[in-house]
């Protein structure tokens, strides 16, 4: 029974994990970015929404209405200002920019907030369960595997089923093509890096609601976010999901075994499943 709660605890955590690598996918599988300031962003909006919760007093669940539009907003704005005008064949230029604001993201934070872990408290929704049997499901897990799926089921939607998501899919083919269809290339791709950080803000959030954050907390939710990525397959919103999963159950039986080995264990997992599918285990057929 401990393995059979480790499994249905490590599917929980896939959820997190998935939110962490939702954003990654969609701005991959739009404009082919690979946004290394991701994970400082996830932290980004974690100290976001403890400003609003210090300052205002609502609870980080209410936060989410202020948290997530503000995120979006700085998407849009980061794209249309900066990384609009690094994209192109070559993928090293917006790479570096990334990577550029990964480092003044994390010394901002250090300079306003300090190198002390915060956390913000939900008070008793962090402590709640509910029994399956002789296991015992945390509440906060289940919401937020619950938000995990249905955001990728409303990204998914969107993405095949209305005018934004064929936007999206017609300049991920080809943006010049896209261009002289009348499509603006710079606005669809400010819109997707705001939809993708509205997605980290949730992620960022939760993360908060979960454990202790620090600036430099960011580089681990990097990773872990594009290891489900690469896991599911890269640009394919549901094999997100499935990667995430993989790696939260690698991690809880990881961590069942010896404690040491719960990180060990989802990097070795990554790397066998990258050595036997390069290109993940549902990766986008286009065309």
């Known amino acids: 029974m401990d393995w059979i709660n480790a499994v249905i605890q490590g599917v929980l955590l896939g959820g997190l994990y998935a939110l962490f690598a939702a954003g990654l996918s969609l701005i991959f599988g739009v404009m082919r970015l690979v946004n290394i300031a991701h994970g400082d962003l996830i932290v980004l909006s974690a100290y976001l929404a403890l400003t609003v919760t210090t300052a205002l007093g609502l609870h980080p669940l209410l936060a989410l209405v202020i948290v997530v539009p503000g995120m979006a907003l700085v998407g849009y704005t980061l794209q ?5 005008r690094t994209m192109g064949d070559d993928l090293l230029p917006p790479l570096l920019v990334t990577f550029g604001l990964s480092v003044i993201i994390q010394n901002a934070l250090l300079a306003g907030y300090s190198a002390d872990p915060q956390k913000l408290q939900a008070g008793e929704i962090e402590t709640a369960s509910v029994a399956l049997g002789s296991i015992a499901l945390g509440v906060m897990p289940l919401i937020v595997f619950a938000t995990a799926v249905v955001v990728i089921a409303a990204l998914q939607w969107m993405f095949y089923r209305t005018a934004l ?20 290339r710079a606005h669809v791709f400010g819109l997707a890096m705001g939809l993708s950080l509205a997605v980290t803000a949730l992620a960022g959030v939760f993360l908060g609601m979960r454990t202790s954050f620090d600036p430099a907390a960011g580089s681990a939710r990097l990773i872990f976010g594009f290891e489900a990525v690469i896991i599911g397959g890269l640009g394919n919103l549901w094999g997100t999901l499935a990667g995430g999963v993989i790696l939260g159950v690698a991690q809880t039986l990881g ?14 997992v990554f790397l066998a499943i990258l050595a036997i599918r390069p290109r993940g285990l549902f990766p986008r057929i286009d065309g």
């Open 80 to 84: 249309r200002a900066i990384l609009n």
């Open 165 to 184: 998501g064929r936007a999206f899919r017609a300049t991920s083919d080809n943006q010049d093509i896209a261009q002289l269809m009348g499509l603006n």
């Open 255 to 268: 961590a069942k075994i010896n404690p040491g080995y719960q990180i060990l264990a989802g990097h070795l």
